[in-house]
């Protein structure tokens, strides 16, 4: 076994003092976050092993909340016979495509942060939303793509179900809004991740964590692209809720629908079959997550009523 440590630097830009309570539940936020990313590892470094993992505080600076940390991984690397040279293990973890990072526990740390982010949002809005988080998010998987070799559908599959399950989804989710709290009494700060500036409009997008966070739904937002819908039970009294659609690609059950603008209930009329983008909302249970409506956002041009 084999250990390093790999240095992972955070600075608010924030004008005021940070209250201590704040910096107490923002760094527990950032252990959790790192420990996700660590374990998340072997899936992007072929041959590693992750044995243990830990974070510690190097520094921590006042004025602007500057956090010094490192992660201390203990691991085993097994390199593939084929290899001719195996990496030097101290180059192992190095980021060579960008020069943002230094390491690639930095940018897989972001991506489980920003992951976390993004669905704050959809949790706060019930419903999927192209927020800057998520923009985010998307840039650090093809990131990690560029790095690693691999697929950024795969590496973004693998981020997904790492949080598939309620627990570890409520989990990323609280710590991701956790993780802003400093920013929260100044004005969304922006924050500096090694030599990526995360902007304010960014950082002010993401939920702020209030009390009635205890209580609230836990709905997953799944989008789905050219979902063939069969629709039944149509009611125009109803609007843009008097349909049910079973989508045997994602449900064998019937479904509540939902209509989003720019999509009309006139779309729907009189079709007994449409092809559609749709986001799929699934509630918590005890079964774990269960499909139950569909909110459609886009239709393809066969699903269409014709205009001319």
Not at 74 to 86: G, R
Not at 141 to 151: F, R
Not at 158 to 178: N, T, Y
């Amino acid at each position: 076994m084999q250990q390093v440590q790999l240095p992972l630097s955070i600075l608010y830009e924030t004008d005021i003092p940070t209250p201590i309570s704040d910096l107490i539940i923002s760094l527990q936020s950032v252990d959790t976050i790192a420990k996700d990313a660590v374990y998340l590892l072997p899936s992007l470094i072929d041959g590693l092993q992750i044995e243990k993992c830990s974070l510690n505080v190097r520094t921590l600076e006042e004025g602007s909340l500057k956090e010094a940390l490192f992660v201390a991984i203990l691991f085993t690397y097994q390199a593939k016979l084929s290899e001719e040279v195996p990496p030097v293990i101290e180059n192992l973890f190095d980021v060579t495509v960008s020069d943002k990072y230094e390491t690639i526990a930095t940018v897989a740390f972001l991506t489980v942060l920003f992951y976390g982010a993004g669905l704050a949002i959809d949790v706060a809005k019930k419903t999927f939303s192209d927020s800057l988080p998520r923009s985010k998010f998307n840039e650090l998987i093809e990131v990690l793509a560029s790095e690693t070799g691999k697929p950024a559908g795969d590496i973004r599959a693998i981020v997904e179900a790492r949080f598939k399950k309620p627990a570890a989804a409520k989990r990323i989710v609280k710590s991701a809004k956790s993780f802003f709290i400093p920013r929260q009494k100044d004005r969304n700060a922006p924050i500096v991740f090694d030599r990526d500036r995360v902007e304010s409009p960014t950082v002010g997008e993401v939920p702020y964590t209030a009390e009635s966070d205890k209580t609230q739904d836990f709905d997953r937002y799944d989008p789905h692209s050219e979902v063939r819908l069969e629709l039944h039970a149509q009611d125009r009294d109803k609007r843009a809720t008097g349909w049910a659609a079973v989508a045997p690609t994602v449900s064998d059950s019937r479904l509540k629908v939902r209509v989003i603008y720019p999509v009309q209930p006139s779309d729907l009329w009189q079709k007994e079959v449409v092809i559609a983008d749709v986001v799929v909302v699934s509630k918590l249970t005890s079964d774990g997550y269960i499909p139950f409506e569909i909110q459609v956002t886009g239709l393809m041009d066969e699903g269409r009523n014709d205009q001319s």
